[in-house]
Nanobody, 125 residues
Framework: VQLQASGGGLVQAGGSLRLSCAAS????????VGWFRQAPGKEREFVGATSWGGGVTNLADSVKGRFTISRDNAKKTADLQMNSLNPEDTAVYYC???????????????????WGQGTKVTVSS
């Protein structure tokens, strides 16, 4: 399976963006999907994850209350809705598929095997 993240762009502080992670060439429905981000000069950090069935989501404290994750297994997509964006959210955002099936989604990027190419989000002040 291959993943492609899309939906990034330039937005003003306080605005919203919706990122989408689309799978092709295989099935995504059995695997949790994580979203990570990497700002310039910083390590890649966990943003959130959705379990393989979509019933469990896990968000980093820094985005709780502002970001939500959803998935549509029929469409093989997992979306990250980002509201109330601030300049600290500026980063390249990546989606990734779990290396094992039937899990709830981990904050550890080492637990993800397949990564999308990233989509850049820039939040201006």
């Amino acid at each position: 399976v291959q993943l492609q993240a899309s939906g990034g762009g330039l937005v003003q502080a306080g605005g919203s963006l919706r990122l989408s992670c689309a799978a092709s060439g295989g099935t995504l429905s059995l695997y949790s999907v994580g979203w990570f981000r990497q700002a310039p000069g910083k390590e890649r950090e966990f943003v959130g994850a959705t379990s393989w069935g979509g019933g469990v989501t896990n968000l980093a404290d820094s985005v709780k209350g502002r970001f939500t994750i959803s998935r549509d297994n029929a469409k093989k997509t997992a979306d990250l809705q980002m509201n109330s964006l601030n300049p600290e959210d500026t980063a390249v955002y990546y989606c990734a598929a779990d290396r094992l099936p039937f899990r709830s989604g981990s904050q550890d990027r080492g637990e993800y095997e397949i990564w999308g190419q990233g989509t850049k989000v820039t939040v201006s002040s």
